[in-house]
Structure formats: C-alpha cells, structure tokens
C-alpha cells in the first residue's frame, strides 16, 4: 500500500488488506477468476536493480520481508 500511495506504482491488492483511501483512484473487482492469484506475497526483485543500486536495495528488501511476515503474523495469517 505505501508503494501505491507515491502513485508511482500499481498493484492487485486483496480486499482483506486494502486501506480505504480517497485519495487513491481504484477499481474493485469482485471476480472468481482472481482465485488463481491466490498465494504467498511474492517479492520481486530486478536483478539491475539489485547491481546497480546493491547493499542498500538488499536491506530495503531483507527489512520489507520481516515487516510483511511481522504483519501477517498480526492479522492471524501465518
């Protein structure tokens, strides 16, 4: 959500964990279809951006992945 809020990125968020923010354009759609996204967060990483950018990326994404699991965990769904 923090991405989507600089409205440099875009992203397929699940209703459970979409903050309602009227400063945010979005389109809900409710269909059987996205069933199939069903799984883990994935992070995805460019491996460009991994050399030219390195240890300070490496850190962002290590420090993104504890929050992700950390706030799982509160949600009840790990």
């Not at 994935?42 to 962002?60: D, F, M, P, T």
Request: include cysteine; charge should be negative.
């Amino acid at each position: 959500m923090a991405a989507v809020r600089t409205g440099s990125y875009a992203a397929v968020i699940p209703t459970q964990a979409w903050e309602n923010d009227p400063n945010l354009e979005c389109e809900v759609v409710d269909d059987i279809g996205l069933a199939d996204l069903d799984r883990p967060v994935v992070l995805a990483w460019s491996r460009r951006n991994l050399e030219s950018i390195g240890e300070a990326l490496e850190k962002y994404r290590d420090n993104l992945k504890v929050a992700l699991v950390e706030e799982a965990a509160q949600r009840g769904m790990t």
